[in-house]
Every structure is written in C-alpha cells, then in structure tokens.
C-alpha cells in the first residue's frame, strides 16, 4: 500500500487538491476556439482503461485528492463511461487518508446530457459545468462548426430536472458571442444556472487567428457593470460546498439574484492558488495547463508498477509544478501557443 504519510505540496506550497481526469480527446462537437474542424483523434489503443484511470484516480485520492471533475474532448461520447463514474462515485464522502472525496463532478457540452443526467445524480454528482457559447442557433451551428442548439438545450432541462446544480461555461469571442453576454446573464437568471465567462486560451491549433476570437474579461466587464450591477463574492464555492474555490473570481447580480464568473487566464491570472493537475486520457499527468513538462503514468502503470512506485511518481511530478503559466495573446508580442488541443488535456 502507498504511503499516506504526507498530501501532495507543490514547490509553492500549494496543496495540490483537484484533479481533472480527461477519458477521451474525442468529441462531436468542432468548436473553433478548441480544435481543427477535421481532427484526427488518437487510436483506442493509447487511451487508458477505466480499470487504469479509475487506479489512478483514487491513487490521487488517497494523496488528498478531495475534488475530480471527468472531462474530454465530451466525456460523454466514450461508451460506457457511467460505469467509471459510478465507480469513482463510490468513494465520495468515504474517509481517506487525507479525508477522502469530497465532489465528483464534470465538464460536458450538454449534447449527451439527455440520457445520461439521472445517471450521473445516481452517481452521486451534485454540480456540473456545460460549455455554451451562445443561444441563436445560427450562431450555435457556427462556433461548433454543425452543432444543434436544441441537442445541448434538451440536456440542460434533462439535467436541471434530475436536480443537478448548472454552471453554464462560456468563452467570450470577439465578433461571436460578444453582443450576447448580457442575454445570457438574462436566461441563466431566469433558469437558476450559474454563469462563467472564460478568455479564449492558445491551445492547439484551430485553424482561426485567436487574436481575431480574443476578448479580454477586463475589458467586457466593465461594459456589463453599465447594465448589471455586480456585488463581489468571496470564495463562495467554499461556502456552498465546503470545495475550495476554482479559477473564477465570481460576482452576484442583482437584477437576477445569480452569479456570474470570470475566468482570466491572460489579463489576470489566478496562478496563486492553483490546486490542481490534469491527467489526460493516455495517462499523461500535467501539472500546468499552460507549460508543456509532464509526467507518463501510463507506461509504468501498464509495466506492472506498485501502488507505492507510483506514488513516487506522482509526487515527483508535484515537486516541478511551475509557478504560473506564461500564455500570451497580444498584438505586440509574439504569440504563446501551445501545440496540444484543449480536447487532449481535458478541458
């Protein structure tokens, strides 16, 4: 059995408590800030077992893991994948060595949400985030490159039915969505979903000039204080669900009695308190989301090593999470972008 002497703290003092595991880099959707609309997706073969991640998720619970949200690619299109979180779901509220844990949740886009959304509440997941960019279906059907608004609308009332707490993520577009911010503040009000603004991040590459997609949050915010007026909030996931709060700085709106957050990975990161690491379907362990060192848990894994070698590996890892991440989209300065799609490190 693997030590359970000691959590996982980065070289920043950073007690690393969130882990994002990503099932797949597939996805039925193309959208044209996250990947090329004619992708070529990775062979089965490469993608880790659910026997293999449902391992190392609990390995990283037993080291103080207390929140992991499944992502993709659409974690929803691999087949089978309710029998992972169920599994996975069995552990929440159960002690560990660091207290076990606390919240299984997910990022999806909401086009699979019909038939799975009572199953994921009987797994015990209480909150989920699903990215929607807009609600003109026109405008839907674009920024997915095909997508149906009404597959993903259909999910939401699916989920919100089933009793799940909705987050609604949105990247903020320049010349997309930008004149629609404040009928989405409207409807998420109106149907009781949180809403989260997110700047557009250089990950892989899409085939559009992310400059021409980037709107800075610290520009559209105070355009949106004309119409709403926004009360900040103090790490109000804390006190909500005993979870420590994510990347968004979150404001409460008024006129609708909801929330909204922003998520400012350029104009004003959240380095600080970062807590979290991603795995990716392959059982590649990132510990930044914009820097490219990483850790290959798979190979060791699949070779037969023990629950303490990996441990070892895992904490190895740990010890070289950088600082912050250096992404850049400006007009003056070169470009920082990364070569790998959003969809492969899991979102």
Not at 140 to 160: S, Y
Not at 165 to 180: F, P, Q, W, Y
Request: with cysteine; glycine share 8%.
């Amino acid at each position: 059995m693997a030590s359970q002497a000691h959590p996982l703290i980065d070289p920043f003092g950073r007690a690393i408590s969130y882990l994002r595991i990503s099932v797949t880099d597939r996805c039925d959707l193309r959208c044209v800030y996250c990947m090329q609309e004619h992708m070529t997706f990775l062979p089965r073969e490469e993608l880790l077992t659910f026997e293999e991640l449902e391992r190392l998720g609990r390995l990283f619970i037993r080291l103080g893991t207390t929140k992991l949200r499944i992502t993709g690619g659409e974690p929803l299109v691999r087949r089978d994948v309710m029998q992972l979180i169920a599994s996975l779901g069995q552990d929440i509220g159960q002690d560990g060595a660091m207290g076990g844990l606390q919240e299984l949740t997910l990022t999806t886009n909401g086009s699979q949400l019909a038939r799975h959304a009572a199953a994921l509440v009987h797994a015990g997941m209480r909150r989920i985030n699903v990215s929607l960019d807009t609600l003109n279906p026109d405008r839907f059907r674009t920024i997915t490159r095909g997508g149906r608004l009404e597959q993903t609308l259909d999910g939401l009332l699916a989920a919100k039915a089933a009793g799940l707490h909705i987050k609604i993520n949105t990247v903020a577009l320049r010349g997309l969505n930008e004149d629609e911010i404040d009928d989405l503040i409207a409807w998420c009000g109106m149907q009781g979903f949180d809403l989260c603004l997110i700047e557009t991040m250089p990950l892989g590459e899409t085939g559009e000039n992310r400059l021409d997609q980037y709107l800075p949050l610290s520009v559209l915010r105070p355009k949106l204080e004309r119409r709403w007026t926004l009360t900040r909030e103090l790490k109000p996931e804390t006190a909500v669900t005993g979870i420590a709060p994510g990347p968004a700085r979150y404001w409460r709106i008024a006129e609708t009695g909801g929330r909204i957050g922003f998520i400012t990975p350029l104009t004003e990161h959240f380095c600080d308190s970062c807590n979290r690491v991603r795995l990716t379907c392959t059982g590649t362990l990132f510990m930044c989301l914009g820097q490219e060192d990483q850790a290959d848990l798979r190979t060791p894994l699949r070779a037969g090593a023990s629950d303490q070698d990996m441990e070892m590996l895992v904490r190895d890892a740990i010890a070289r999470k950088p600082h912050k991440h250096d992404f850049m989209i400006a007009p003056d300065a070169p470009q920082k972008q990364l070569t790998r799609h959003m969809s492969v490190t899991g979102g």
